[in-house]
């Protein structure tokens, strides 16, 4: 399985700053096809995972542009700009590229 | 928009079977893929496995010998069983919409304790 390591596993930042989520993968995740299926989602509490980016850099209907995903082969980035109250939550990594699909363990973003 | 929505019992005892109902609206599930996955009390997320389009599965291997997911196309919904359950199988179960490789609507999520 691909094991996906996320740090770090916790973070605190003041409104308006930004923030960087770290996530690598123990395999590259470039598919057959010349895609890299690397996910990001949020899940604020009390809520299901919301879907923030997808394929490393591309955001899902409707997020804001303050999420930005980077990266490539193994390593990847999520960073957070301006950070608002409703970012908080916890953020995992999640790669489609191989059976099983497999997440990363979670970062939690706290609001100082 | 799509929608999913899980129901199903909240306890189930050792070495018995869960069983979950994925209930979805606004899509039909014989496009695309329709998975299940769960988060184990810490955070830990797994995927446990999907019905496609056409009704084919993949599981987890993890699972793969407890598992089914099976479909009603006529209700648009599709089930999750999973066998011989144990304490270490309580966990948050959700269904989800998957497209490319990724999962894109989520259900609320329901909450599976197995204890006697």
Known sequence: DVVMTQTPVSLSVSLGGQVSISCRSSQSLVHNNGNTYLSWYLQKPGQSPQLLIYKVSNRFSGISDRFSGSGSGTDFTLKISRVEPDDLGVYYCGQGTQYPLTFGSGTKLEIK | ?116
């Open chain 2, 1 to 116: 928009e799509v929608q999913l929505q899980e129901s199903g019992p909240g306890l189930v005892k050792p070495s018995q079977s869960l069983s979950l109902t994925c209930s979805v609206t606004g899509y039909s599930i014989t496009s695309n893929y329709w998975g299940w996955i769960r988060k184990f009390p810490g955070n830990k997320m797994e995927w446990m496995g999907y019905i496609s389009y056409s009704g084919s599965t993949s599981y987890n291997p993890s699972l793969k010998s407890r598992i089914s997911i099976t479909r009603d196309t006529s209700k648009n919904q599709f089930f999750l069983q999973l066998n011989s359950v144990t304490t270490e199988d309580t966990a948050t179960y959700y269904c989800a919409y998957s497209y490319a490789h990724r999962f894109d609507y989520w259900g609320q999520g329901v909450m599976v304790t197995v204890s006697s």
